[in-house]
Antibody, heavy 123, light 110 residues
Framework: EVQVLESGGDLVHPGGSLRLSCVVSGFSFARYALSWVRQAPGKGLQWVASFSGSGGDTYYTDSVKGRFTISRDNSKSTLYLQMNSLRVDDTGVYYC????????????????WGKGTAVAVSS | QSVVTQAPSASATPGQRVTISCSGGSSNIGRNAVSWYQQLPGAAPRLLIYNNNERPSGVPDRFSGSRSGTSASLAISGLQSEDEADYYCASWDDSLFALVFGGGTRLTVL
């Protein structure tokens, strides 16, 4: 069974930084794309970033380009999201999810989700 | 305002069939696969449908998906009280070069 576990969420001031981690088990980690999706309080889902498997490409939603960096350590089965220059509208629950294949462009369904980690950006 | 739109709410009684729609354009649903997600209150989302109409293992066959032109639909038959949740569609958009989610439809089981 695939299990996804996020961590790293916290309360941070505007302009601050945070790094989220996502450990995936029961899964051929290196072969698959992985993604971050967030949900602001009381709002819908918003795709944030993805990293294709097998040393592939990265993808970002426009609002986080230049501020967030997605990375992965296949030896640790861990996905990261480095978030810099945080803004109030980055507040929400951040979910990590596995995708259905290596190439995110083609396999972009979010197959298995973690329970999420909460990020609050406030002064 | 998402480029992929859903009605904000829907309702039906137990046992009925309900359809939730997702409307997009030629750069997203019109050319790329649609996936559907269920989010129960207080829980993480769950994949219901991928590649327009395929169900992952473990998803009951009461849930079905379809796509026609620039729209997609999720149908739930034999509605149960535990189906009360938010439902989201998603599709890759070639113009935005981004994965776009619909705004979500809150389903109430009366």
């Amino acid at each position: 069974e695939v299990q996804v576990l996020e961590s790293g969420g916290d309360l941070v001031h505007p302009g601050g930084s945070l790094r989220l981690s996502c450990v995936v088990s029961g899964f051929s980690f290196a072969r698959y794309a992985l993604s971050w999706v967030r949900q602001a309080p009381g709002k819908g889902l918003q795709w944030v970033a993805s990293f294709s498997g097998s040393g592939g490409d990265t993808y970002y939603t426009d609002s986080v380009k230049g501020r967030f960096t997605i990375s992965r350590d296949n030896s640790k089965s861990t996905l990261y999201l480095q978030m810099n220059s945080l803004r109030v509208d980055d507040t929400g629950v951040y979910y990590c999810a596995t995708n259905g294949g290596a190439a995110f462009y083609y396999y972009n369904s979010m197959d298995v989700w973690g329970k999420g980690t909460a990020v609050a950006v406030s002064s | 305002q998402s480029v992929v739109t859903q009605a904000p709410s829907a309702s039906a009684t137990p046992g009925q069939r309900v359809t939730i729609s997702c409307s997009g354009g030629s750069s997203n649903i019109g050319r790329n696969a649609v996936s559907w997600y269920q989010q129960l209150p207080g829980a993480a989302p769950r994949l219901l449908i991928y590649n327009n109409n395929e169900r992952p293992s473990g998803v009951p066959d009461r849930f079905s998906g379809s796509r026609s032109g620039t729209s997609a639909s999720l149908a739930i038959s034999g509605l149960q009280s535990e189906d009360e949740a938010d439902y989201y569609c998603a599709s890759w958009d070639d113009s935005l070069f981004a994965l776009v989610f619909g705004g979500g439809t809150r389903l109430t089981v009366l």
